[in-house]
Every structure is written in structure tokens, then in C-alpha cells.
């Protein structure tokens, strides 16, 4: 069976740091990324890494601040958080694609809160 699991959420000054992990079980992806949703709003893209390295996409709310990056011996996909702000306040969900135009798997969200 196929599952994504992410860890690393928690309550941050703004400002800071934080590190969130997914590890995925059952397969590897050609296509692993970040989305976020934040109370009330619809659900948007934050980044996503194919199997290269140099195919690294960002929302442009993030550029320059966020790092996603992929460990396909471990298969697991991490988002590196910098200088963080209270609009980065949001459930932050794993997603996986087989190669297709679509987001196969969603992990269960993990929650991320910026303070000030």
C-alpha cells in the first residue's frame, strides 16, 4: 500500500525555521512536492522535485525562503523553511505523482503556525 507521511510541523516565530519531512512508502515517485492550505482558503502550490535535482519548482510566495530537496535511497522529500511569516501559517500536505499530469497520493497534512 501506498503512503506519505509527513513529520516536522510545529509553532515558530516569525522569522524562523523549520524542517518538514515526508516519507513515502509502497513505491517511488518520478514527482514529489509540497501544498499548503490555510484556514479558509483554498489549497495552493508551494514546491515540488522530480528525480533531478535541477527541476526544482516554487510558488513564488516562497522563492528564496523554502529548499525541497529528495532522498530517493531513503525515499523520503523535505521542505526547508527560512525566514518564515505568519502567511506561511497553514496545513502543509505531501504530495506524489507517478508521472502523470496529476497528484496520484496526498499524505495527512501537518500543521504549521508562525507567530507575530
Known amino acids: 500500500q501506498v503512503q506519505l507521511v509527513e513529520s516536522g510541523g510545529g509553532l515558530v516565530q516569525a522569522g524562523g525555521s523549520l524542517g518538514l519531512s515526508c516519507a513515502a512508502s509502497g513505491r517511488t515517485f518520478y514527482i514529489m512536492g509540497w501544498f499548503r492550505q490555510a484556514p479558509g482558503k483554498e489549497r495552493e502550490f508551494v514546491a515540488r522535485?522530480?528525480?533531478?535535482?535541477?527541476?526544482?519548482v516554487y510558488a513564488d510566495s516562497v522563492k528564496g525562503r523554502f529548499a525541497v530537496s529528495r532522498d530517493d535511497a531513503k525515499n523520503t522529500v523535505d521542505l526547508q523553511m527560512n525566514s518564515l511569516k505568519p502567511e506561511d501559517t497553514a496545513v502543509y500536505y505531501c504530495v506524489a505523482s507517478r508521472g502523470g499530469s496529476s497528484w496520484d497520493y496526498w499524505g495527512q497534512g501537518t500543521q504549521v503556525t508562525v507567530s507575530s
Open positions: 522535485i522530480s528525480r533531478s535535482e535541477a527541476s526544482a
